[in-house]
């Protein structure tokens, strides 16, 4: 009998190994030039060239409470069916809205659409009741393959319930300065391997779950102190410096078939020396450095055309005719559509830009959308929807990437975990300065559950941390929870003057003061000398839980700090109890 169940068991890991096997190859084989279906030829065909211009064009919609009787609606009507884009990236909405509108807007169009949207963290971070997941920095600091891969497999079951087929995500970034102030925990790390294997696994579980990830923001935005949603950054580096850390997870990720790369809005002067020309509209950076260099056939996305990086130095027209000619297959967010194609129209009629050029692109588009079955079914079933995702397993799943991340950087007086049967007292501190974007309720919320003798206050509205602070020396122990995460165009990435001096106030009356950060891991160069500090680089619901379960001792601290913050506390460095 043994045998038998032996011969199962090989035959079974054969199959799945051949089915996995079979998938690779059908993603490498997607974008291969010589392979056509009858299906394709024919689509491309029929087309006019305005049409597949069309083809390459996303536009944007906000599904929220979207009227179709609305002067918005009637403008995405057009974009369908005259205009004749090639799809949409969503934004804010619930599920109801977003399947109800991808519903609609694809029975408008006579080519299925490619929808997108960036769910980084998950489809929480656009749709409002859908899973939210601890940030990418968390992850690398948790290290675990399997938990990004599976992440990334129900991030996919999520998005395609949604009628959404395009994640932009992952980041591919390498966060390697404290000062970057829109990367920062939206990168797994500074190291380019750990970068590339905790990629490589969110690229495979989406795209496993029939997802097109996409590698962002080529060719790396890590290194950079200026928001491109304000101004351009530069790369000041060599190619040796480029080949050695920021590229190394975007090529991992083409080697493992990532279907999409996006092209940041940034200058690389050592590859592209006109000035002021982003990497985004650079033959030199796009044709040249992704896909001759480093082989990538697959869809090239730009970043959202609405940033000031390119709105500051370019016109419409001009982008679109530089989106082209530097190799660009989809234009994201151009400010105006129909002038958009009409300036790439005009430049193949004029022999500035040849139909082949236009054709390549346009055929990589249809060939997605041959793989992810748009052609044969393009609509997504509007039953039940809101109890499909969010799920308990999604949560769960969550709940562990966070425990295993949350980070004990330091400890110098070796307090922690607390004994939460004793009867001491403490302190919770909460400072924030995002008002409303930041979970504080939560904390609150949950405390007590954790602290037999606890007393929460926070910043700005409680009078006993303002003037005389000696009242705190009464307590056993001090929590100073700290919400300071990047928000996009704030190019703020630290927290007020004010709130670092009152921090280091209650350090020096309080011995047992600890620090929990839950965002920007950088904070400890502004107080050094806190006696603990605690990573958990994020304010999910999963990331404060499990950061007060390491605290009272009821799980382990198991992360490790996936970047470096000063010469003392470099990446690696992890108290483990």
């Not at 005009?346 to 346009?362: C, D, K, L, T, Y």
């Not at 921090?503 to 003061?513: F, M, Y």
């Amino acid at each position: 009998m043994i045998p038998v169940i032996v011969f199962i068991i090989i035959f079974l890991m054969q199959s799945n190994n051949c089915a996995q096997a079979e998938d690779i190859a059908e993603i490498k084989n997607i974008f291969n030039k010589q392979k056509n279906s009858k299906l394709i030829k024919l689509k491309l065909s029929q087309m006019t060239l305005r049409e597949k211009i069309a083809q390459m064009v996303i536009s944007s919609i906000v599904p929220e409470n979207l009227n179709e009787g609305s002067s918005e609606f009637r403008k995405i009507k057009k974009l369908c069916t005259e205009t004749k884009v090639g799809g949409f990236i969503f934004f804010k909405g619930s599920s109801d809205d977003y399947v109800r509108i991808a519903n609609k807007i694809q029975s408008l169009s006579s080519t299925p659409l490619l929808i997108s949207a960036d769910f980084e963290r998950g489809t929480r971070m656009r749709v409002t009741d859908g899973a939210v997941f601890p940030t990418n920095m968390a992850i690398g600091a948790a290290g675990n393959y399997d938990l990004a891969y599976k992440m990334g497999l129900e991030v996919a079951r999520e998005t395609r319930l949604l009628g959404v087929h395009q994640n932009y995500a992952p980041v591919c970034d390498v966060n390697n300065n404290p000062n970057n102030p829109i990367i920062n925990v939206r990168s797994f790390g500074e190291d380019p391997q750990l970068v590339s294997k905790m990629s490589e696994a969110m690229i495979k579980g989406l795209q496993d779950g029939k997802v097109i990830a996409t590698a962002k923001h080529f060719p790396g935005h890590g290194d950079t102190e200026i928001d491109s949603h304000n101004d351009l950054p530069q790369l000041n580096f060599t190619m040796d410096r480029m080949n050695t850390v920021e590229l190394i997870p975007f090529k991992n990720a083409i080697e493992h078939n990532v279907m999409s790369i996006m092209i940041a809005h940034l200058a690389f002067p050592e590859l592209e020396s006109t000035p002021n020309i982003p990497a985004s509209l650079s033959p030199a950076i796009v044709q040249g450095l992704l896909i001759d260099k480093l082989g990538f056939n697959g869809l090239v996305v730009t970043d959202a055309l609405n940033m000031k990086g390119i709105t500051k130095y370019f016109s419409t027209s001009e982008v679109a005719v530089m989106c082209v000619k530097a190799g660009i297959d989809l234009i994201l967010m151009p400010l105006n559509e129909e002038t958009t194609i009409n300036a790439i129209e005009n430049a193949v009629n004029n022999g500035e830009i040849s139909e082949e050029r236009i054709n390549r692109s346009a055929e990589k588009i249809l060939k997605t959308k041959e793989w992810l079955g748009l052609f044969d079914n393009s609509a997504v079933d509007e039953t039940n929807i809101s109890t499909n995702i969010n799920t308990l397993g999604a949560n769960e799943l969550a709940q562990q990437i966070a425990d295993e991340s949350i980070t004990l950087v330091k400890d110098e007086n070796n307090f922690l975990p607390l004994n939460e049967k004793s009867d001491g007292n403490t302190a919770i501190i909460i400072i924030s300065e995002g008002g409303q974007q930041d979970n504080t309720s939560y904390l609150n919320e949950i405390s007590t559950d954790y602290f037999k003798n606890n007393r929460i206050f926070t910043a700005g509205t409680s009078a006993e941390l303002t003037g005389d602070l000696s009242g705190f020396s009464k307590y056993d122990n001090i929590i100073i929870a700290v919400y300071a995460k990047v928000r996009f165009g704030t190019g703020k990435i630290s927290i007020s003057r004010e709130n670092i001096d009152l921090i280091n106030k209650l350090k020096d009356i309080n011995k047992n003061a600890a620090l929990l950060s839950l965002g920007n891991p950088y904070l400890l160069k502004e107080f050094p000398s806190i006696p603990a500090y605690i990573c958990a680089y994020g304010d999910s619901d999963f990331s404060i839980k499990a950061s007060l379960r390491a605290i009272t001792g009821k799980i382990k601290f198991k992360g490790k700090l996936p970047v470096t913050i000063n010469d003392s506390y470099k990446y690696g460095t992890s108290i483990l109890k």
